[in-house]
Each structure stands twice: as structure tokens, then as C-alpha cells.
């Protein structure tokens, strides 16, 4: 396969394309981080203390020796260190199980700037693996569909595991359980 170059340009384009459909299955994402290690799009979710707890991302993500992105796809990262560590643990438990097969890659560790430590759960791939933007296109959107086929499960809302985890962004109220649900229905028709 032909490596395709990445760009500012490509990456808008893509994400022009991909970001009604994540939003379509998953909900309105939250934020974006641009670095020189990922620029990604994010449905980050808090505890009712606002204190992160996980969050399911799509981007591009340099995962080598490569100067510039060398990977894109999807991830969802669990915060295992800060407030009510036993809880945060039970969120990656839930995440390792139902992600197994939907994963290209181990689990990872992750670490953020702001000290954050967890659990990265990655379906990627090397960019060198696309002839076409449309082939990135549709393997984000093959990654979205793995997430939302894990909705019905958090709806379902096990040991009550999400009854205070809310959308990390205003109006603040927004429950995950209550977005899976909306978004279930939604997807019906």
C-alpha cells in the first residue's frame, strides 16, 4: 500500500465526514485535542463531582518513530488514579470486557498532562494501511459502530456501575445511561 500523506487539510476533511456519524451513534462530542502525538475528537464523561472518568475518542494518533501521525482510529481511555479509585477500576473492567474483541491492540496504559493514569483501550491503524480517504472514513465509522454496539450494555446500566456518570460538557445533566438509551432509540429508525 501507497502511504498517504497527512495533512491539516486531510485530517478536516475526514473529520467533516466522520463527525455526524459518531455524533448520529454516540452522541455530540464534547472537545478536541490537537497535538503534535494526536489530534482527536472526543465524548468525554465525568463523575457528578466533575472529576474525569473515561472518554471514547476518534483521531489520529502517532503511535511510532514517524515524524508526524502515523496511526488513526478510535480509543477509549479510563482513568484509574484520582477520587473513588475502586469505581474507576470497575469502569475499566467493564470497558476490558466488552471491548475484547473489538480491540486491534492490547490494552495500553495511558498517562495525561494533567496526571491523569489509566487504561487505553485502541482500535487503530497505520495510515499506511489506506489507499484512500474513504477507506480511513469507513474504518472510523466501522470503530464507531463497535462502541455503539456496547450501548445496549451500558444502558442496561449493570450494578447501577453508570448512575452517576454524566456527559462532560453543558447542560451538565446529561446522564451516559440516559445518551445510550436516546441514542439506541434513535438509531431505530
Known amino acids: 500500500m501507497i502511504e498517504i500523506p497527512i495533512d491539516r487539510d486531510r485530517i478536516r476533511r475526514i473529520f467533516q465526514e466522520v463527525k455526524p456519524y459518531f455524533k448520529q451513534k454516540l ?14 475528537h472526543g465524548l468525554g464523561f465525568v463523575n457528578g463531582d466533575m472529576t474525569y472518568v473515561f ?18 482510529g478510535m480509543n477509549v481511555l479510563v482513568r ?4 473513588n479509585r475502586e469505581l474507576r ?37 497505520a495510515l499506511s494501511e489506506f489507499e484512500t480517504e474513504e477507506e480511513i472514513m469507513d474504518f472510523i465509522k466501522e470503530c464507531v459502530d463497535g462502541i455503539f454496539a456496547i450501548y ?11 448512575d452517576n456518570v454524566l456527559r462532560a460538557a453543558p447542560p451538565w445533566h446529561d446522564t451516559l445511561v440516559s445518551l445510550a438509551k436516546e441514542q439506541i432509540e434513535a438509531n431505530k429508525k
Not at 55 to 72: A, E
Not at 153 to 161: M, S, T, W
Open 27 to 40: 452522541g455530540k462530542y464534547t472537545h478536541q485535542r490537537i497535538s503534535g502525538d494526536w489530534h482527536f
Open 55 to 72: 472518554g471514547i475518542n476518534i483521531g489520529f494518533f502517532k503511535l511510532s518513530d514517524q515524524k508526524h501521525y502515523s496511526h488513526v
Open 80 to 83: 484509574t488514579n484520582g477520587k
Open 89 to 125: 477500576l470497575r469502569y475499566r473492567d467493564f470497558f476490558r470486557k466488552n471491548l475484547q474483541d473489538w480491540m486491534l491492540d492490547d490494552e495500553m496504559v495511558y498517562t495525561s498532562d494533567r496526571g491523569g493514569i489509566g487504561s487505553e483501550f485502541p482500535r487503530y491503524k
Open 152 to 162: 445496549p450494555k451500558i444502558a442496561e446500566n449493570p450494578e447501577n456501575l453508570f
